[in-house]
């Protein structure tokens, strides 16, 4: 099983960037997906998830109403929706799939090698 992510890059605070965790060899929706980040000298942090029922949610406090998790099953894809981004957005965003949900990093079997997104001004 593999895990990418795409999409990440700079952008301006107030902009918007969608990430996109994308499988092989997993069909995402039989799992629960899971968002986390890492900024520069601090510990990775849960951001949010997906269950694999496909419409459960749930998000950090610091993100709710500004980004959205959805999943894209034709491409098998789970898609990381970002808005009014803000500088301390900035990180390396991984994205994480297995059958447990939660935001415990250890529920989670596969993780990706994780894509920067930078937040200027």
């Known amino acids: 099983v593999q895990l990418v992510e795409t999409g990440g890059g700079l952008v301006q605070a107030g902009g918007s960037l969608t990430l996109s965790c994308a499988a092989s060899g997993l069909t995402l929706t039989t799992a629960s997906v899971a968002w986390y980040r890492q900024a520069p000298g601090k510990d990775r942090e849960y951001v949010g998830a997906?269950?694999?029922?496909?419409?459960?949610?749930h998000y950090v406090d610091s993100v709710k109403g500004r980004f959205t998790i959805s999943r894209d099953r034709a491409e098998n894809t789970v898609n990381l929706q970002m808005k009014s981004l803000k500088p301390e957005d900035t990180a390396v965003y991984y994205c994480?799939?297995?059958?447990?949900?939660?935001?415990?990093?250890?529920?989670?079997?596969?993780w990706g090698q994780g894509t920067q997104v930078t937040v200027w001004g």
């Open positions: 997906i269950h694999r029922n496909g419409y459960s949610t």
């Open positions: 994480a799939a297995g059958r447990a949900y939660g935001r415990s990093e250890g529920l989670y079997d596969y």
